[in-house]
């Protein structure tokens, strides 16, 4: 703290904007990685449902709007557990 007591008001200004930029830019990518934590599967590291219902919203404006057909594949996996486990 004795550094800052050195330093005039237009400098502790100056330093207050940096270090508020500074925290700003830390706050961006933590939302960032929050984000991208939100949409994947602790386990699998899969897109989860809500990047599936996104993602299928986005496509489906895409296909009505470009006119262009759109296929969609699921797969049901069976004791996916096991698969998890390994």
């Given at each position: 703290?004795?550094?800052?007591?050195?330093?005039?008001?237009?400098q502790?200004?100056?330093?207050?904007k940096?270090?508020?930029?500074?925290?700003?830019?830390?706050?961006?990518e933590?939302?960032k990685?929050?984000?991208?934590?939100?949409?994947?599967?602790?386990?699998t590291?899969?897109?989860?449902?809500?990047?599936?219902?996104?993602?299928l919203?986005?496509?489906?404006?895409?296909?009505?709007?470009?006119?262009?057909?759109?296929?969609?594949?699921?797969?049901?996996?069976?004791?996916?557990?096991?698969?998890?486990?390994?």
């Open positions: 703290m004795d550094s800052y007591q050195a330093l005039s008001k237009e502790l200004i100056d330093k207050v940096e270090l508020t930029i500074e925290l700003e830019n830390v706050q961006t933590k939302n990685q929050i984000e991208q934590m939100s949409r994947l599967d602790f386990l590291k899969l897109n989860n449902r809500s990047e599936l219902v996104e993602r919203g986005y496509e489906t404006k895409r296909a009505t709007r470009t006119k262009e057909p759109l296929s969609l594949v699921l797969f049901d996996v069976d004791d996916f557990t096991a698969v998890n486990d390994r």
